[in-house]
């Protein structure tokens, strides 16, 4: 199991790790890597994995997106991390990515001290956009509708959303966008402090809990520090997903 440091320090980008082992992605995994990697937006083809004994990286779960970013050794060897994922059988976290210069894994060895520096700019983007989607749920609650009750969420800032269950007459979907902008306005104002609480089992595993206005739930994503580093917050449509409420908004 990797130990995951990101749940204590959403602010912390740099780090060290030492290598547990390296594989190469499984053919079919790589095909589909290098597919993605030929978008116009792409500049590597991941290869590789680096599993660490402890990571800084975020690992994609809980509606969030993996961390990105750079390991490299003492002889400057680098390993460019386009995601991050997780094994949730083991608790291994995977970095995923490709050496530069064409340098081979071998030249990474197991029990290898690495430096870990995670992509600022992105994860304090992610941070702000899983807030948001907490946030919403404690305006919703604020706005007299704690009858729709969170179902999931996805905080991709590509088009994030929490999809509740319940119903919402079509009727006031337009009034309800209204009222929840001026919440979330109001209590992102406020600049209240977002409090995280950690308690580890007997098994090792860690139980995490994420309070922000008023509102309590387990979560192991990255978050602000407080609700003003949330910027800027648009609710900006309320409409029916199957038998679920789906709200859309946007972090600028």
């Given at each position: 199991?990797?130990?995951?440091?990101?749940?204590?320090?959403?602010?912390?980008?740099?780090?060290?790790?030492?290598?547990?082992?390296?594989?190469?992605?499984?053919?079919?995994?790589?095909?589909?890597?290098?597919?993605?990697?030929?978008?116009?937006?792409?500049?590597?083809?991941?290869?590789?994995?680096?599993?660490?004994?402890?990571?800084?990286?975020?690992?994609?779960?809980?509606?969030?997106?993996?961390?990105?970013?750079?390991?490299?050794?003492?002889?400057?060897?680098?390993?460019?991390?386009?995601?991050?994922?997780?094994?949730?059988?083991?608790?291994?976290?995977?970095?995923?990515?490709?050496?530069?210069?064409?340098?081979?894994?071998?030249?990474?060895?197991?029990?290898?001290?690495?430096?870990?520096?995670?992509?600022?700019?992105?994860?304090?983007?992610?941070?702000?956009?899983?807030?948001?989607?907490?946030?919403?749920?404690?305006?919703?609650?604020?706005?007299?509708?704690?009858?729709?009750?969170?179902?999931?969420?996805?905080?991709?800032?590509?088009?994030?959303?929490?999809?509740?269950?319940?119903?919402?007459?079509?009727?006031?979907?337009?009034?309800?966008?209204?009222?929840?902008?001026?919440?979330?306005?109001?209590?992102?104002?406020?600049?209240?402090?977002?409090?995280?609480?950690?308690?580890?089992?007997?098994?090792?595993?860690?139980?995490?809990?994420?309070?922000?206005?008023?509102?309590?739930?387990?979560?192991?994503?990255?978050?602000?520090?407080?609700?003003?580093?949330?910027?800027?917050?648009?609710?900006?449509?309320?409409?029916?997903?199957?038998?679920?409420?789906?709200v859309s908004y946007s972090v600028e």
């Amino acid at each position: 199991m990797t130990e995951q440091l990101y749940f204590y320090d959403t602010y912390r980008f740099e780090g060290t790790g030492r290598v547990v082992r390296v594989e190469a992605l499984p053919t079919e995994t790589a095909g589909v890597a290098a597919a993605a990697a030929a978008a116009p937006d792409a500049v590597v083809t991941p290869t590789h994995r680096v599993i660490l004994d402890k990571t800084l990286f975020h690992p994609q779960g809980g509606g969030q997106p993996g961390d990105r970013g750079v390991l490299k050794n003492e002889q400057g060897m680098t390993f460019r991390v386009t995601d991050t994922r997780t094994d949730r059988a083991t608790g291994e976290i995977f970095h995923v990515g490709a050496f530069e210069g064409g340098v081979e894994s071998e030249g990474l060895g197991e029990g290898e001290e690495v430096t870990v520096a995670v992509d600022e700019p992105f994860r304090r983007l992610n941070a702000r956009v899983h807030s948001a989607g907490h946030l919403l749920d404690s305006a919703m609650r604020n706005v007299g509708r704690a009858d729709l009750e969170p179902a999931k969420g996805y905080h991709f800032d590509d088009g994030p959303y929490v999809e509740y269950a319940g119903s919402v007459a079509e009727a006031d979907r337009a009034p309800l966008v209204e009222q929840l902008n001026a919440e979330t306005k109001r209590l992102i104002a406020t600049a209240e402090r977002v409090e995280v609480t950690m308690t580890k089992g007997n098994d090792g595993t860690i139980a995490r809990v994420v309070a922000m206005a008023g509102t309590a739930c387990p979560c192991g994503g990255t978050h602000v520090a407080g609700l003003g580093d949330i910027g800027q917050m648009t609710i900006t449509k309320v409409q029916k997903k199957k038998k679920l409420v789906r709200v859309s908004y946007s972090v600028e």
